[in-house]
């Protein structure tokens, strides 16, 4: 997600180090929120198979440097952090409440996030959610 054609805008502000890389912001107009969506594969450490979910990562942007600019993840810098979990062994619960601690060291303080991942497990299809104001 970057700046519009002849907007304000930057690459910067906060970046986190991730295991899949960096998730960076940009800074451009202020918008009321921002839903993401993404798929993450990580495998089960209990059973060892593959599993896939559907993220929606959801948050109320902070504010910028200056009037009117707010602080945005820059979608590829979220898509390759995605990717850093492939071949992981992790839980979904532990997945989910990783995904939003890194959005917030991110984002900073200020921020409303949201972050739900929902997958198949057997026959059970199971939604982990975390919903925090970063600070």
């Known amino acids: ?6 907007s ?11 295991s899949g890389g960096l998730l960076r912001t940009v800074e451009a107009r202020c918008v009321d929120r ?8 990580s495998v089960c450490p209990v059973s060892g ?6 993220v929606v990562v959801e948050y109320q942007p902070p504010q910028g440097h200056g009037v009117g600019v707010c602080r945005y993840l820059e979608a590829y810098s979220l898509h390759r952090f995605f990717e850093g979990f492939r071949g992981r062994s992790i839980f979904q619960e532990e997945l989910t409440a990783m995904i939003a601690e890194e959005v ?9 996030v949201r972050v739900a991942t929902r997958g198949p497990h057997g026959p059970v299809v199971l939604e982990a ?3 925090r104001r970063c600070g």
């Open 1 to 6: 997600m970057g700046p519009a054609a002849g």
């Open 8 to 18: 304000p805008g930057r690459v910067g502000g906060g970046a986190a180090a991730l």
């Open 34 to 41: 921002v839903v993401a969506r993404g798929r993450v594969e």
């Open 49 to 54: 198979v593959v599993d896939s979910y559907e």
């Open 104 to 112: 917030c060291r991110a984002l900073g303080v200020g921020a409303l």
């Open 129 to 131: 959610v975390v919903e």
